[in-house]
């Protein structure tokens, strides 16, 4: 089945400890996007990329980076997460960019000692 | 800003009993529109969506209506079942061209049996 996968499924990491969070997608789609889901929030937002071009939320903080080397494939890179950046990571895809459905992995929920 | 926002937190429903769930936007400007489903631990699911050019669209047990006179969208669940407890969230684009979802502050569904 087409799908937006996530891995890890959990990830541990320390104070100031840089990580780096995968998501891949057999859909085909041009778009994917990373959003921040802290508990009993709602999903925000943090930047997306139609195909390679990358957009990011003016509110995202530099701490956030992210790749995509290619279709399938989007990277959520945290230089140095502080106990503020624990939260659950959704990667999100969508065909294009234009009022189109955005289709969502599992998640991959960050702890940060 | 855009604002989409739900007007219950918490919804209880017996087991049979059909579901209501609100939904108030604020931009004039959207005009489209997706509900999603989130369980615990895991990502949105996409239940259904409505374009602003119909007032009603039913899918499986579910039915989106739509009143843009009063920017108020719903989502009805028939003959709920222990399986669709999770949060609902509602959320909009607008018809800027930019694919952004934003979300409401989601309802918590209990169903209890």
């Known amino acids: 089945d087409a799908m937006v996968i996530q891995n890890p499924r959990y990830q541990v990491t320390q104070f100031g400890k840089p990580v780096t969070l995968s998501c891949s997608q057999t859909?085909?789609?041009?778009?994917m996007y990373w959003y921040q889901q802290k508990s009993s929030q709602a999903p925000k937002l943090l930047f997306h990329?139609?195909?390679?071009?990358?957009?990011n939320e003016a509110d995202t903080p530099d701490n956030f980076q992210s790749r995509r080397p290619n279709t399938s494939f989007c990277f959520l890179d945290i230089r140095s997460p502080g106990l503020g950046d624990a939260a659950m990571y959704l990667c999100?895809?969508?065909?294009?960019?234009?009022?189109?459905?955005?289709?969502f992995g599992p998640g991959t929920r960050l702890l940060v000692l | 800003g855009e604002s989409v926002g739900l007007h219950l937190p918490t919804l209880s429903v017996q087991e049979g009993d059909n579901s209501i769930i609100n939904c108030a936007y604020s931009n004039s400007a959207s005009d489209y529109f997706i509900w999603y489903k989130q369980e615990s631990g895991k990502g949105p699911q996409f239940i259904i969506d409505i374009r602003s050019n119909m007032d009603k669209r039913q899918g499986q047990r579910v039915t989106v209506l739509l009143n843009k006179t009063v920017k108020h969208l719903s989502l009805q669940i028939a003959a709920t079942q222990p399986g669709d407890s999770a949060v609902y969230f509602c959320a909009e684009i607008d018809q800027t061209g930019a694919n952004n979802l934003f979300f409401g502050t989601g309802t918590r569904l209990t169903v209890i049996p």
């Open positions: 859909l085909n789609h041009n778009v």
């Open positions: 990329y139609y195909d390679k071009d990358f957009n």
């Open positions: 999100a895809t969508s065909r294009t960019q234009y009022q189109e459905t955005q289709y």
